[in-house]
């Protein structure tokens, strides 16, 4: 197997500014390391990308999920579509101002991994990841974030405990006088299942900044 090397952390920035200099923030408030080896990206390439339509759009393919012998879904993929089912339910109540942080941090696993086109790293569920997302949904109602809504899950099974979760979700944005934006994009989830209920230990995500510039959002 090929071997991960993590990068140093930087310290995180406050979420309702823009990145720092030369950083990158993803969909979930994660800023990421500009121009890093392509050689941190050998894990996710080792572990996901095992065939080429690993990544394809969702919207180029039939909805589909691995089932079991008897054609059904396994017990993880349905609990991996109510986990992103309560995760909807989570990041609109957010939307309000209303969520308990321990309930969203609840949906991540002990550690994760980040990637997104700027690179990779590596972070921890703790206070201070919290702190970061609570203020991450702050930024998002400011810049009017009105809903965020989820569409397909399409589940690629790894083994009996972890899989792959290409997500579609639909971010709605309030323009004032003018007509609401919506934008569609996509996140690819690692998932792990032990004896409780899974939680996500990485995602792979495009750049989020940029598409709200290219939207006129910010």
């Known amino acids: 197997m090929l071997q991960f090397h993590a990068a140093p952390l930087p310290q995180r920035a406050d979420a309702t500014t823009k990145p720092r200099q030369g950083f990158v923030r993803d969909f979930h408030g994660v800023e990421h390391f500009p121009n890093l080896p392509g050689g941190q990206l050998k894990l996710l390439y080792t572990q996901l990308l095992l065939n080429r339509d690993a990544f394809a759009p969702l919207s180029k393919m039939e909805p589909q999920t ?95 405990h972890h899989c792959l979760a290409h997500v579609a979700w639909t971010a709605i944005y309030d323009r004032g006088s003018a007509p609401d934006i919506s934008i569609d994009f996509e996140v690819h989830y690692l998932v792990q299942q032990l004896q409780d209920a899974p939680r996500i230990f990485g995602w792979v995500s495009g750049d989020e900044q940029a598409v709200l510039r290219q939207h006129g959002i910010i």
Do not use: W
């Open 66 to 160: 691995r089932c079991g012998s008897d054609g059904r879904e396994t017990h993880m993929e349905n609990s991996v579509r109510e986990l992103f089912g309560r995760y909807e339910k989570l990041f609109r109540m957010a939307l309000t101002g209303n969520v308990d942080m321990d309930e969203v941090a609840s949906s991540y696993a002990a550690a994760f991994v980040a990637a997104s086109p700027a690179g990779v790293r590596v972070g921890q569920n703790d206070e201070n990841l919290k702190q970061v997302m609570r203020q991450g949904f702050e930024n998002y109602r400011r810049i009017g974030t009105k809903d965020m809504r989820l569409g397909h899950v399409r589940i690629a099974p790894i083994d009996e």
